[in-house]
């Protein structure tokens, strides 16, 4: 599934949070960059979860085609552009 619309923090940071009550940890990602959107994927068996941020959505061009803003950056030739993502684990128990 895409999710759009992240809300963006005033440092244009978002921040992507999976967590599992039953074991007490959560998976927090903070991505920072010109992320707008995140697609979440989780296999037929259920035994993971996949969270990966983009920077557009993955139909942009389908989008764009019909006039939709999608988010496409097109960087002029030698430019670049920097993006960072931490995950980190972290425990909601005192074990």
Do not use: H, W
Request: charged share 20%; hydrophobic share 45%; proline share 6%.
């Amino acid at each position: 599934d895409v999710l759009t619309g992240l809300a963006l923090d005033a440092d244009r940071v978002v921040e992507l949070m999976i967590a599992d009550p039953v074991n007490g940890r959560v998976v927090r990602q903070r991505c920072t960059g010109p992320f707008r959107e995140c697609v979440v994927f989780t296999p037929e068996n259920r035994q993971s979860v996949a969270v990966e941020p983009y920077t557009c959505a993955p139909t942009v061009f389908e989008l764009m085609a019909k006039g939709i803003d999608a988010g496409l950056q097109v960087l002029a030739p030698g430019a670049s552009m920097a993006m960072q993502i931490d995950i980190t684990l972290e425990s909601t128990t005192d074990q």
